[in-house]
């Protein structure tokens, strides 16, 4: 029976992600109508488990942290090549879409995926633990990285408004790069060991969990090539019912800007489930590598990313955020250092995380 439901769902996600594929293909830069738009959500939907599903086979080959960081930046990657696409076609409109995707998909993720998953790994094994080493190093990474990149440009003085100068916008995009570098060298190389997860002896894994065979290189790689075509179902499917979600959102007379927050939940899903059911099994740790490995990639590559298609796009590149905004971040910030300190947390902590989540999305219906 066993063998017969893993069959089964190794053909569900060797299928969906090509069927997305060809779907994105078939529909892409077209007016959908209704009927299509529920096929490409119900794919989407597909998609984001198949993902999720290819991205444990990975993780278990390669191991943490590899297993959580191949995940982040896969999705980063492919969101990061859609807000640029977007740049390039939308003019003018565009000229804040890096900052609200970025800046929603922080909010996101050090709120939203973390505080989910600390509230569940509480909830389940009574106080989620997880290496405060490696945890505070990457919180401190993420607020520096989100500071030089969507705070300093509301006060610099040279260009006006809440823009880089060329200068400045180059220092910023080297710095992203030359940080994120670090990190990543200090997480997989010199520091491994602190982000691996802290299971207690009391609270192991489940016996097929434990000594479940790793797949084999060959298993992996075709897991890996599967999640790449996940990921760009995901993203791009995303992309094709935008159109139906910016009507909706008109429709509804909410701001612009709803279009960016819900477009940036669909592309964190996979991260998202992931985390949470990583939290599940006792391993906390892995869930805050994929919170804020997935903030720090998304600050780390798309400002770079978005300062070299500047020197081509028409319209400006505004980077800095507002008041209400900068009032959220900094409390963000100052609440996950009190979180990741202890090294442990109880659902106290994952509810005030989720609760600023709730208080951006509704900010970000009711400015």
Same mark, same amino acid.
């Given at each position: 029976?066993?063998?017969?439901?893993?069959? =089964?769902?190794?053909?569900?996600? #060797?299928?969906?992600?090509?069927?997305?594929?060809?779907?994105?293909?078939?529909?892409?830069?077209?007016?959908?109508?209704?009927?299509?738009?529920?096929?490409?959500?119900?794919?989407?939907?597909?998609?984001?488990?198949?993902?999720?599903?290819?991205?444990?086979?990975?993780?278990?080959?390669?191991?943490?942290?590899?297993?959580?960081?191949?995940? !982040?930046?896969?999705?980063?990657?492919?969101?990061?090549?859609?807000?640029?696409?977007?740049?390039?076609? &939308?003019?003018?409109?565009?000229?804040? @879409?890096?900052?609200?995707?970025?800046?929603?998909?922080?909010?996101?993720?050090?709120?939203?995926?973390?505080?989910?998953?600390?509230?569940?790994?509480?909830?389940? %094994? +009574?106080?989620?633990?997880?290496?405060?080493?490696?945890? &505070?190093?990457?919180?401190?990474?993420?607020?520096?990285?989100?500071?030089?990149? @969507?705070?300093?440009?509301?006060?610099?003085?040279?260009?006006?408004?809440?823009? $880089?100068?060329?200068?400045?916008?180059? $220092?910023?995009?080297?710095?992203?790069? #030359?940080?994120?570098?670090? $990190?990543?060298?200090?997480?997989?190389?010199? %520091?491994?060991?602190?982000?691996?997860?802290?299971?207690?002896?009391?609270?192991?894994? !489940?016996?097929?969990?434990? %000594?479940? /065979?790793?797949?084999?290189?060959?298993?992996?790689?075709?897991?890996?090539?599967? =999640?790449?075509?996940? @990921?760009?179902?995901?993203? &791009?499917?995303?992309?094709?019912?935008?159109?139906?979600? /910016?009507?909706?959102?008109?429709?509804?007379?909410?701001? %612009?800007?709803?279009? +960016?927050?819900?477009?940036?939940?669909?592309?964190?899903?996979? /991260?998202?489930?992931?985390?949470?059911?990583?939290?599940?099994?006792?391993?906390?740790?892995?869930?805050?590598?994929?919170?804020?490995?997935?903030a720090m990639a998304s600050i780390g590559l798309t400002i770079p990313a978005v300062a070299l298609a500047s020197l081509w796009l028409p319209?400006?590149?505004?980077?800095?955020?507002?008041? #209400?905004?900068?009032?959220?971040?900094?409390?963000?910030?100052?609440?996950?250092?009190?979180?990741?300190?202890?090294?442990?947390?109880?659902? @106290?902590?994952? +509810?005030?995380?989720?609760?600023?989540?709730? !208080?951006?999305?509704?900010?970000?219906?009711?400015?």
């Open positions: 029976m066993t063998a017969r439901l893993r069959s =089964l769902t190794a053909q569900w996600t #060797t299928l969906v992600p090509v069927f997305a594929v060809v779907l994105l293909i078939l529909t892409w830069g077209r007016e959908l109508p209704g009927w299509i738009v529920v096929l490409v959500t119900a794919v989407l939907a597909g998609s984001v488990l198949a993902a999720v599903h290819h991205a444990e086979v990975v993780a278990h080959r390669v191991g943490e942290p590899f297993g959580s960081l191949v995940l !982040a930046v896969a999705v980063t990657v492919i969101e990061v090549a859609l807000i640029v696409t977007l740049m390039l076609d &939308g003019g003018d409109k565009s000229a804040t @879409l890096a900052r609200d995707t970025v800046f929603a998909a922080v909010m996101i993720t050090v709120n939203g995926i973390l505080g989910l998953s600390l509230l569940v790994g509480s909830l389940r %094994h +009574g106080t989620a633990v997880f290496n405060s080493e490696g945890t &505070g190093a990457a919180l401190a990474t993420v607020a520096t990285l989100a500071t030089l990149s @969507l705070v300093l440009p509301t006060f610099t003085t040279s260009k006006p408004g809440p823009e $880089f100068s060329t200068v400045q916008l180059t $220092f910023a995009a080297l710095s992203s790069l #030359t940080l994120y570098a670090l $990190f990543v060298a200090t997480q997989t190389v010199r %520091h491994r060991d602190y982000f691996l997860p802290i299971v207690k002896q009391s609270e192991a894994a !489940a016996p097929e969990q434990e %000594h479940a /065979e790793a797949p084999s290189t060959r298993t992996a790689l075709i897991s890996l090539g599967l =999640l790449g075509l996940a @990921l760009v179902g995901v993203v &791009g499917l995303a992309k094709g019912v935008s159109p139906t979600i /910016e009507s909706g959102v008109e429709a509804a007379g909410l701001p %612009h800007s709803v279009v +960016g927050v819900i477009i940036a939940l669909l592309v964190l899903l996979p /991260e998202t489930i992931a985390a949470v059911r990583a939290s599940r099994r006792n391993q906390v740790q892995t869930s805050m590598n994929l919170a804020l490995g997935s319209g400006p590149l505004v980077l800095g955020l507002g008041n #209400t905004h900068m009032v959220l971040l900094a409390l963000t910030m100052v609440v996950g250092a009190l979180t990741v300190v202890p090294g442990r947390a109880t659902p @106290l902590q994952g +509810g005030v995380h989720l609760v600023l989540l709730a !208080a951006y999305l509704e900010l970000a219906i009711n400015p």
